[in-house]
């Protein structure tokens, strides 16, 4: 059995919540959902969090790691929680509330059974390698075609402002400083040109750092998420044999119930976090979505590195 922390990353959108939940489903993992948000709750992270796809290296570290280690132990804060929800006394607190109960009974689970925390986070993929460096982490890395991940962010008119990876130096120094013109060129409201930049972006960082067939990273894993949707059962089964995760038949029958033919092919857009969905039709919803010149705009934009991922017959 695994005894590192698991964290699954990738760009939103690209399934890691999907993922993350089948992988908890077997009951040894924890399931931790994005601490790395900028909304995230401070009962679960009791570190604030400035920037969308926040980049934790070695010169901030300080500030990040004693509370991520705290969370990985499944420490709750439950009394910055229940502060943070009186010092908003708004329409939403009865919500907050409940969320407060869910996310305690989660942490107090995992301590309990001593189950292993899985964190879900995609906005930690720059931070992954810090994760698996300082927090021993396992990390699988989500990947989805881009022109499905553009066309969710286009459904849910989901913009993304490229100010937020812009104002880390470190993160523009150490990775992102050849796309310094064109995010400052894309508009953000354009979610067809911001979304494939972002993609690119993220995928050429994985390509470069994070790599499984890079020796120096053995402990990342890349899933595709077509071919988790084309396979589900297999393809999991694969991925807890890879994290050292029993599959038993419960977490058989949640990732059938998840995939089924019987959900629906789509998802309401105010059901952005559910996992029961018709998961091979599922792959087929952007080619309605998109008209062809945003297929070849996304195809343009994301050029050479899509072809490492996505051959050219999987635009058909």
């Known amino acids: 059995m695994a005894v590192e922390p698991i964290l699954v990353t990738g760009a939103h959108r690209t399934g890691t919540t999907w993922v993350g939940k089948m992988l908890a489903a077997g009951g040894q993992a924890g399931y931790i959902s994005e601490p790395l948000n900028v909304l995230h709750r401070p009962g679960v992270l009791r570190t604030p969090v400035k920037y969308w796809y926040t980049y934790i290296h070695k010169g901030t570290e300080a500030e990040f790691l004693p509370g991520l280690q705290e969370t990985i132990s499944f420490r709750y804060h439950f009394f910055k929680e229940l502060g943070a929800i009186g010092c908003s006394l708004s329409a939403h607190s009865g919500k907050d509330l409940a969320r407060m109960g869910r996310d305690w009974y989660i942490f107090l689970r995992g301590r309990m059974k001593r189950q292993i925390p899985l964190l879900k986070d995609p906005f930690a993929i720059f931070s992954a390698p810090w994760f698996a460096r300082r927090l021993g982490c396992r990390v699988v890395v989500t990947i989805r075609h881009p022109a499905a991940f553009a066309s969710s962010l286009k459904r849910l008119e989901w913009p993304f402002d490229f100010n937020d ?32 930049l972002l993609w690119l972006m993220i995928y050429t960082f994985v390509q470069e750092c994070v790599c499984p067939a890079d020796t120096q990273h053995p402990e990342f894993i890349l899933a595709r998420h077509e071919d988790l949707s084309a396979d589900p059962v297999q393809g999991f089964k694969a991925l807890y044999k890879q994290l050292g995760l029993t599959f038993t038949p419960r977490a058989e029958k949640k990732i059938l119930q998840a995939s089924s033919s019987e959900n629906p092919a789509e998802l309401a857009r105010g059901a952005t976090h559910s996992v029961r969905l018709n998961s091979r039709q599922n792959l087929q919803n952007w080619k309605r979505r998109l008209t062809p010149e945003e297929i070849k705009s996304i195809r343009d934009i994301t050029g050479h590195l899509c072809e490492v991922y996505y051959p050219d017959q999987t635009w058909d």
Do not use: H, K, V, Y
Request: no cysteine; glycine share 0%.
């Open 165 to 196: 990876l812009l104002a880390q130096p470190e993160l523009m120094q150490d990775w992102l400083e050849p796309f310094r013109q064109e995010m400052q060129n894309t508009n953000p409201a354009d979610s067809i040109a911001s979304a494939s």
